[in-house]
């Protein structure tokens, strides 16, 4: 039997006790049934009764299958009132987006409408109730209203302030229909496009997903409180200064500009044309703004910039950090179109730490997450992943015998190309990195001024010399650009099918790779976590996080041990022969902070 689940809840924030108010149910026959309970409008916690919840654990118990429309979410609040899912899951977002990786908009209604012509009129009739609720609801001194909670947020009121209002009943149950209809619709759709095996690989990650979720990040609260403090004052002061030589807003760019041309400095980065700017808009480039910290305009714009991004990552995460100082972030198996990670609230891929910024002032934004007491992390990551996934997928000679016999790739880029041979070795095998960076990603020499702020004749005699010294590379990408027109899709190293705009097939080879390493990883998190599951208590050793190629790992002191962490290192680095050379991984100890790691000689 299979049914489908839907939860409406008082915000999205499971982990910060948010929490659902009404559960509604759609089966197989068309049956359906909805249980709710009012929510206390001081505190905004539903008050369930123990009767309600446990008609709704039998219904969660007695199905084979159970249909979300973003299960992992439904899950986590299904568990925030002790209830828990026995069966298999599906997640029809999920289904959504491996149907056709290109859908711009995966939301439950949007979809319906589009493909079962389903109306969205119950939300509009029941936000627009809403609206009026709060409107009451504000003047009781109730906690709701704007600017801290979203209409769809709100939703209880309607039926707290007139108790015969059956609006929420009605959108919940229907939103349970959507959900049955449209796993029925990509159920067909998947299995006709041969992607049914991707969907349950992916439904696999996500019940691993769901319980690192759980776990979450340690925050040094001291840390990050004095580190928000330091940024704020930086910001403030530096802001002041920019006020007194005329700049009113310092985070506008034509402000700026205009300022740091009228001090000479020699600016000339551009924004693409466009129809009102034929000739683009001067831009702010770190990489070109680099050159010039002799004039201490710049220097102090760069820590501005440096000390605003970090003050955002430390509020970001005072937003989300629970009461034990823990953050729990959304990871995402759907938000982008190679099937990588992500993660929101807060989005830690974005973080960066600061040997990996290209501002020289960089604020670590990794610095305030730390080991639990009695535990160390272990950092695995894999090396030159791409950089080998395109050796591999485009037997590129040169880059391959250098993996084969332990050389440096860049280093082998750069002997190969006659412009960047002639320099010297430093700054030549820099170029050459950037040049191998700039081609597994489909760029050119637009891409190495830009980023790295090579002149464009340079740009373009390095590209040049690449593919002359790496005629395979070439052929790799026109290959892959052909096939990508000819079908819509590419097929990477793990047989997984990804939709590509036709407008960019030109980019194939960047989605195969992107693509493949995305499957690389998640294999070795399952491995990974299968193993741990086996062998360990999750108060022993625990999956933290996946963060593009790495994987992270917190460990009980008293377990911890080299050989655990060449298990869990050759667990990640087996490839299943997807590649033509190894896929090794390199591995660093944390007992402080993310920040702080040792190279672990494994």
Known sequence: MKVAVDTETTGLKWAKDEKPYAVGFYYEDGTKKYFDALVDPMTRQPLWTDETLNKIQDRLSTADEYIFANAKYDLHMLESINLKVEGQIHDVILMAKICNTLELNCGLKPLSKKYLNIPDDDEKNLKATTVSARKIGKEKGWKCGSPHYEVTQDYWLCKLINSSNNLCEIYCLKDVERTFKLFQFYSEGLRVLGRWHTYLFEMNVAERIFQIEKIGLKVNESLLNQLLLKTNTTCFQIEA?????????????????????????????????????????????????????????????????????????????????????????????????????????????????????????????????CPREDYVWVSIDYEQLELRIFASRGNVTKLLNAFRTGGDPHNETRLAIPYLAAKDPKPGRKLAKNTNFTVINCGGKNVLFEKYGVPLDE??????????????????????????????????????????????????????????????????????????????????????????????????????????????ANLMANNDGAFSIPTPTSASLIKESWSKKEEIIL
């Open 241 to 369: 200064q920019f006020k007194k030589a005329g700049i009113d807003n310092i985070n506008s760019t034509q402000q700026v500009v205009k300022y740091l041309l009228s001090l000479g400095v020699p600016l000339t980065d551009r924004t693409e044309p466009s129809q009102t700017y034929p000739e683009g808009q001067l831009k702010l480039n770190n990489t070109i703004l680099k050159r010039h910290l002799n004039f201490p305009q710049v220097e102090q714009y760069l820590i501005y910039q440096a000390n605003a991004t970090g003050r955002g990552y430390f509020m970001n995460y005072v937003a989300h950090m629970t009461d034990d100082k823990v953050i729990h972030p959304n990871l995402h198996q759907d938000r982008t179109k190679s099937f990588r990670l992500s993660s929101s609230d807060p989005n830690l891929q974005n973080v960066t730490s600061a040997e990996t910024n290209d501002n020289p002032y960089s604020v670590d934004g990794r610095q305030t997450f």
């Open 459 to 568: 740009g373009e005699e390095v590209i040049s010399g690449f593919y002359l010294a790496n005629p395979e590379a070439r052929e790799r990408q026109k290959s892959a650009e052909r096939f990508a027109k000819q079908h819509g899709y590419i097929i990477n190293a793990y047989n997984r099918q990804l939709d590509i705009d036709l407008d960019f097939a030109y980019r194939a080879t960047s989605y195969d790779i992107q693509g493949s390493a995305a499957d690389l990883v998640k294999r070795g998190l399952i491995r990974c976590y299968n193993f741990i599951k086996q062998n360990f208590s999750p108060e022993e050793v625990r999956i933290l996080l996946q963060i593009h190629d790495e994987l992270v790992f917190e460990i009980h002191k008293d377990i911890y041990d080299i050989c655990l962490v060449r298990k869990l």
